[in-house]
């Protein structure tokens, strides 16, 4: 009897013992399977947060001890818990177009893509450009490339400006051609293309690569129609919301514009619950050396105003404009992606990159000089290669996380040089499985070395994930099933290269965060970091559940907040 009363009073000690020393947790999560993206603490059953950061992670026992009648209790029943995703290539911004007009993602016939733009024509106020777009032509069964007329057809008297699904090929009405002195003795940049009627010689309405940014989406006639400023923070909220909603709480942002929408952030009352790297994408014409200091200068000024404002917020880091983002190539479906060797589907066709090798290692070294990593766009294993020649030809490299965007295809001799150089692999898994073209594009020696995720992470690079939304799903739920199990209409593509779950969960968490500088502060559930956090609608088993992809988030915290509830109990 003495015994137990003995043992009963070192308990009570121990437990007033881990109370006296550890504060009192805000907030305590239970029950639960928490994929940490620690290595050192992988999982855990249970944690506690206190002043928006993880206190405690451990069990339930451990953790209960840590509850006050003010905790707010949440028993995950099980469920898996993840830290808050971050989706390390996106093009926020570019979603205000879509928010704003048409959306044809995921539409597989042609009379369906009319009817959605006439609706949508309708809803508008009389004086508005009908934007926005996601038109993929390879999944339709009639691929013949659209046309102004069609357009016409519809909407004749206002002006339409519709991006494909990759971005890089823009359709518009006859209307828009106008407000944009278009005709046929229009000439193309250097790198694109204004797809021509071969019998008149007038253009169809189509614009590949540079024709498309530099006629139609960098002209002042078209930027102006869209929204900016404190216009836009309404439409860029509701995107939040939305991203918030899959389990995202970061993203590393892409964009051709800064100096409006994210400064506006600056004067709003609220902090957007989301944290922003942002990458300003910029061409050959715009990254001349009084550019670039000029931009380092805004940079250091907007970032020191967030620095401020977010002292005031207390919830973590929120917005640093980080990098420059380059393009060297285009797409391997639209064939402009640049190749070491002929397109398998149209023997002696190839393309050049967008720049040269001379000048692309003029473009990196200029970025590099003026205190910015580079973020760069290179789809076909001649830009990457390319890329990464200009990398190590730049004498600062080694100071900057440079990272190469997509890397569709590689040669097998480029792998090992990620690690070499240090440079991030950043790369899309659903690129790989939605599309119909990669096969007949590359051709079967080729595609042991198409995504090569495992490949180049077992040769020691960093690999960071993404969606490149809006080209292609924002859903990380999707995007971590892709990179697991590489399966396409039922059939897996060189499962060798696939990766396992911690590796993709690493990839989506604490690898991005390592690269946006934040790695001490974001991307694992650990002790001292900001509580950004997921709770699944279920539980991952191993092997990994095959209906991943279809998977709900049931709830979404920032900084120890909770900012999206689809309830716990709903499956």
């Known amino acids: 009897m003495k015994k137990k009363l003995l043992l009963c009073v070192c308990a009570s000690l121990i437990a007033f013992s881990v109370n006296a020393q550890m504060p009192q947790a805000d907030v305590i999560v239970i029950n639960a399977d928490i994929r940490t993206s620690n290595p050192a603490k992988p999982k855990a059953q249970a944690f506690a947060v206190k002043d928006g950061k993880f206190l405690a992670v451990g069990n339930n026992v451990f953790i209960q001890n840590l509850a006050t009648p003010k905790t707010q209790i949440v028993d995950a029943q099980g469920k898996t818990v993840l830290p808050g995703l971050t989706d390390a290539h996106t093009h926020l911004l570019g979603g205000l177009e879509l928010w704003e007009g048409v959306d044809l993602f995921g539409v597989n016939d042609r009379q369906e893509w009319f009817k959605l733009i006439a609706k949508r024509d309708k809803e508008l106020s009389k004086d508005a450009w009908l934007v926005g777009g996601r038109w993929d032509i390879t999944s339709l069964k009639d691929q013949h490339m659209p046309t102004r007329q069609e357009l016409d057809a519809i909407v004749p008297d206002r002006p339409v400006v519709l991006q494909d699904i990759d971005y890089h090929t823009v359709w518009v009405n006859t209307k828009a051609m106008q407000l944009l002195g278009i005709d046929k003795n229009t000439k193309a940049p250097e790198g694109g293309e204004i797809v021509k009627d071969p019998q008149t010689g007038e253009p169809t309405g189509i614009f590949k690569e540079t024709a498309g940014t530099q006629l139609v989406l960098a002209s002042p006639q078209y930027t102006k129609a869209l929204l900016s400023g404190k216009a836009a923070l309404p439409v860029v909220e509701q995107i939040v919301a939305h991203f918030n909603s899959l389990g995202i709480t970061s993203v590393h942002d892409m964009w051709t514009e800064l100096a409006t929408v994210y400064p506006a952030l600056l004067e709003s009352q609220k902090q957007l619950p989301i944290r922003i790297r ?3 994408m910029t061409g050959e014409d715009q990254a001349t050396k009084n550019n670039l200091q000029s931009y380092a200068k805004q940079r250091d000024e907007i970032n020191q105003r967030f620095v401020q404002k977010e002292q005031q917020w207390q919830k973590g880091p929120q917005f640093r404009f980080g990098y420059i983002k380059y393009f060297v190539d285009g797409t391997l479906m639209n064939y402009t992606a640049a190749l070491n060797a002929p397109y398998a589907d149209r023997h002696n066709f190839n393309i050049e990159p967008i720049s040269s090798q001379s000048q692309l290692n003029l473009l990196v070294k200029r970025a590099n000089d003026a205190g910015f990593p580079v973020a760069v766009h290179a789809i076909g294993d001649k830009s990457v290669d390319m890329t990464l020649n200009a990398i190590e030809n730049s004498p600062k490299h080694r ?12 040669s097998k ?9 240090g440079v991030i692999a950043s790369m899309q898994p659903d690129h790989a499985i939605s599309g119909n073209y990669q096969e007949s594009r590359l051709g079967e020696e080729r595609l042991p070395y198409s995504y090569a995720w495992q490949s180049l992470l077992s040769s ?3 690999v960071v994930l993404g969606s490149d939304w809006p080209t292609a799903s924002e859903n990380p739920m999707l995007q971590l099933s892709d990179v697991v199990f590489r399966e396409y209409n039922g059939k897996t593509r060189y499962s060798d290269n696939a990766l396992s779950l ?5 990839a989506y968490t604490q690898a991005p965060a390592n690269v946006a500088g934040w790695g001490n502060e974001l991307g694992s559930i650990s002790v001292g970091k900001w509580a950004d956090f997921v709770v699944l609608q279920g539980a991952l088993q191993t092997p990994l559940n095959k209906d991943i ?6 709830q979404t915290w920032f900084a120890g907040q909770k900012v999206y509830d689809g309830k716990l109990n709903s499956k």
């Open 278 to 280: 942002f990458g300003l």
């Open 502 to 506: 911690d590796e993709a969960l690493y």
């Open 549 to 554: 992809k279809d998977w709900k988030v049931a």
């Open 413 to 421: 001799e480029d792998i090992p040089r990620f690690a070499q150089l």
């Open 460 to 462: 020691g690079a960093s």
């Open 399 to 410: 100071q900057f996380v440079n990272r190469i965007e997509h890397i569709e295809v590689i």
